[in-house]
């Protein structure tokens, strides 16, 4: 049963250029994204960051408890955007009944968009 969802839309410019400062790109992503950030760019960058912001919306919070760390965007062997919560998120969502959350990530020339669906009992 679907149990929220969340649908987020970012200019790759405004991040790329957010990404400039280190405590920007240290607050907002994780080790290993910021290792995905580094060898793929800023498309990368704004795509997981519309990712943890639809997240938040189909959890139905924004970022209240919790920073967008809390949410960690990975790809599968095949490319598939996953999202791993942990901590309040990761409370947040098993509050609410969920058990998982499904992403879709795209990308035009200049702009980022991502869709988050939390499913659950």
């Known amino acids: 049963m679907v149990l929220g969802l969340g649908l987020d839309l970012v200019e790759i410019g405004r991040i790329a250029k957010a990404c400039e400062k280190p405590h920007f790109r240290a607050r907002i992503f994780t080790p290993a994204e ?19 912001e639809a997240v938040v919306k ?25 999202c791993a919560l942990s901590g309040k998120a990761l409370e947040r969502m098993q509050a609410l009944g969920g058990e998982t959350i499904h992403l879709s990530i795209t990308h035009t020339g200049d702009m980022a968009a991502a869709v988050a669906i939390l499913e659950g009992n």
């Open 34 to 52: 910021n290792a995905r950030i580094d060898e793929r760019g800023a498309q990368t960058a704004a795509g997981i960051f519309a990712a943890k």
């Open 58 to 82: 189909a959890l139905g919070t924004g970022f209240r408890g919790f920073g967008p760390a809390a949410i960690e965007v990975r790809v599968d062997a095949l490319g598939k955007p996953l």
